[in-house]
């Protein structure tokens, strides 16, 4: 294989298999967003057009469609790539780790950042497969390193736990100012 | 003299200091694993930088920015995968010569050329400054308007072969920039009646999501690996004198890095590319390049470096980001309500000296520090790639929620992370979504304001620099246009070259 020969050659990319799934996706959302513009946007009257608030989301939209229908028509002229069902199927597979998040910032309220960070990085790390005392150890260790020094040290703004709340009095205040 | 001064007493400061110092170091080591970038890390702190002072909270990330690019030399020249996006030209000649045999011998030369590189072009734009205060007034909305468009297409032609995507996703990253209540006439712009859609999409959330969170799905969903290592051994300080033997290549990609940094939109890659093609070309022994030519790699490494420095220009000078890591960092101007522009350049010149020196500083810094490390940064690159995933995961929570204490930014953020691994699984940049998201921004503001004095449309390039930029914006597109068609005619099968160079560009 030859390698970069050309400035011309840097600035290339190549397509990938899915390349057409995602063209296509992204060409009908932003017939989508065009769709919408009547309603989205407002044309205020006795304003000029580049003062429009409509004007700058319509030229956007108007780019969007114009380059995803080049960019569509562009993987539908060449060769299929092989392996577009295992892309999708990849693509999918990252939805589990976004559930994970999302659990984890729904979680953070009720136990508070330390126990929820703990708790998030020992259980993700254990379905990662990562399931011995010394990974757990790590991957606590880790939790607790994150905490000290975004809460207490750099004092981030977080939502003390819904269970600070049983504390004793002095414990309490700790807890929720550093952890 | 006398501001030069002032900005050497502001950096005077203990927290300064320290920050610096966490900057650098800290940069180094995500630098050097592979999987994290400064993007990544940048995303992270950035909100927890907002409560520091500007100069402070910019130092640290600057230290991210310009010491990334050392650490990730490491792994590029003795595993073959690049630390860090712009470290990939490296592998090229640092992993061969590895091979060879020479691996301390390739790290000396690559960390004495980023040096070199850095601190070449940190002493060119201090004697500049003063020039570019003159010209920067010179700047009103029309020119700054140009500029920001400017770099938009640039941004879209630098992705050949994937122009029309690269445009689709530099105007999507524009439309995500006007969603949400407009400040001028008080309307509704594509909320769809939604309140959490109501304060906009945050670019914070935006480049958490696309940069950090889509980094750790990809390293969760890929196998596991960790990569194997071998001791260094030898004396880094006598590799690291290497590099004075190819002066003329590191200055001339010093040279290359300051002139394409300052450009918006271009950057890195292009700097590092055309220093390597100078090197081969006026190189005794250009057959090598390739295979572990030292010039080659001295040639990448210098430019590469190089670049930070004059990415702070257009930031400064003008307001106008030319990446996304100097994207990143105006939102820390913006939460402290200063503007960069004309006015910051040439009021607070003390202000643009600090941060020079603050780089050079961190330069010195960070190559002190390489010299003893190498062996450290070994260990810690063979964190599993699965376990990093979970990592950066969790600092990415931080990194979104603490910003307003929104589980819908979180939400926002996750979607952004998928949308993120789908583009770079499919080799399409992200840049240009962060780039629009910002530059359209200002292209909206300034357009707006500059139309209030033109009645003609030619009155809108009247002034030499609006013209010369507008000309500039002409002459690159009818250029980009036509050689597209001149390389149809030459075509080369689409398979005979390689495809992965640009893989590692989004970390």
Request: with cysteine; proline share 5%.
């Amino acid at each position: 294989m030859n390698r970069i020969k050309t400035l011309q050659d840097l600035f290339k990319r190549y397509r990938r298999p899915g390349d057409m799934v995602f063209a296509l996706t992204f060409f009908i959302f932003s017939v989508f967003l065009l769709a919408s513009i009547p309603d989205q946007v407002v044309w205020v009257k006795r304003t000029k057009l580049f003062a429009q608030p409509a004007f700058w989301p319509t030229i956007a939209i108007g780019l969007m469609v114009l380059f995803s229908l080049f960019h569509l028509i562009g993987s539908l002229v060449s060769e299929r790539i092989p392996g577009r069902l295992q892309e999708v199927l990849y693509w999918l597979r990252s939805v589990e780790f976004a559930l994970w998040f999302m659990a984890y910032v729904a979680v953070v309220p009720v136990l508070g950042y330390l126990l929820s960070t703990i708790l998030f990085c020992g259980l993700l790390s254990f379905r990662m497969g990562y399931r011995g005392l010394r990974w757990m150890a790590a991957s606590t260790l880790f939790a607790v390193a994150v905490v000290v020094l975004f809460k207490a040290f750099l004092q981030v703004k977080l939502p003390a736990g819904l269970i600070y709340e049983g504390l004793p009095d002095g414990i309490r205040s700790f807890m929720m100012t550093y952890l | 003299m006398d501001t030069f001064l002032s900005g050497v007493e502001l950096l005077a400061r203990f927290d300064v200091a320290l920050a610096l110092l966490i900057g650098s170091v800290g940069g180094v080591i995500i630098g050097a694993i592979p999987g994290v970038g400064p993007a990544v890390a940048i995303a992270i702190l950035l909100p927890a930088t907002f409560s520091m002072e500007p100069l402070v909270g910019l130092t640290m990330l600057l230290g991210i920015y310009g010491s990334s690019m050392f650490g990730g030399a490491l792994p590029a020249i003795l595993i073959n995968t690049p630390g860090t996006a712009v470290n990939a030209l490296t592998t090229y000649d640092g992993h061969p010569m590895t091979r060879s045999g020479q691996a301390l011998k390739a790290l000396g030369l690559a960390y004495g050329a980023s040096f070199a590189g850095g601190i070449i072009s940190i002493v060119v734009l201090i004697l500049l400054s003063p020039v570019l205060a003159e010209i920067a007034p010179m700047f009103g909305s029309r020119e700054i308007f140009l500029a920001a468009l400017l770099g938009i297409v640039l941004v879209i032609i630098a992705h050949r072969g994937q122009t029309f995507a690269a445009g689709m996703l530099a105007a999507f990253g524009i439309f995500l920039g006007t969603v949400g209540l407009e400040p001028v006439k008080y309307t509704q712009r594509f909320t769809f009646g939604q309140e959490w859609l109501a304060s906009g999409v945050n670019l914070i959330v935006v480049v958490l999501g696309l940069f950090a969170i889509s980094q750790a799905f990809v390293l969760l969903n890929e196998p596991e690996s960790a990569p194997k290592t071998q001791r260094i051994r030898g004396s880094m300080w006598n590799a690291l004198k290497e590099v004075l033997r190819y002066k003329r290549v590191t200055s001339a990609g010093a040279g290359f890095g300051v002139l394409m940094g300052m450009i918006p939109g271009v950057g890195e890659f292009t700097a590092q590319f055309l220093s390597y093609t100078y090197a081969q070309k006026t190189s005794k022994d250009p057959d090598l390049f390739g295979k572990g030519s030292p010039e080659g790699l001295v040639a990448s490494e210098s430019a590469n470096n190089a670049v930070p420095a004059a990415a702070m220009i257009p930031l400064l000078a003008l307001g106008i980001p030319g990446e996304a890591l100097t994207a990143m960092m105006l939102s820390v101007f913006y939460v402290h309500n200063v503007i960069p522009g004309p006015a910051l350049f040439q009021g607070k010149l003390d202000f643009v000296y600090a941060l020079y020196m603050a780089m050079i500083v961190l330069n010195v810094i960070v190559i002190v520090f390489m010299l003893f490390s190498s062996n450290l940064l070994i260990r810690i690159i063979r964190i599993p790639t699965r376990f990093l995933g979970v990592m950066i995961l969790t600092l990415s929570f931080v990194g979104v929620y603490s910003l307003r204490n929104s589980a819908s930014d979180c939400a926002i953020a996750a979607v952004f992370g998928i949308f993120g691994l789908i583009l770079k699984r499919q080799n399409l940049p992200i840049v240009p979504i962060v780039l629009g998201i910002v530059l359209g921004g200002i292209m909206e503001v300034k357009l707006r304001s500059a139309m209030a004095r033109v009645k003609t449309p030619l009155d809108f390039v009247d002034r030499p620099i609006a013209a010369l930029i507008a000309t500039a914006i002409v002459v690159l597109i009818v250029a980009h246009i036509w050689g597209v068609i001149r390389e149809r005619r030459s075509r080369e099968p689409e398979m005979s070259h390689d495809h992965d160079v640009h893989d590692s560009q989004m970390r």
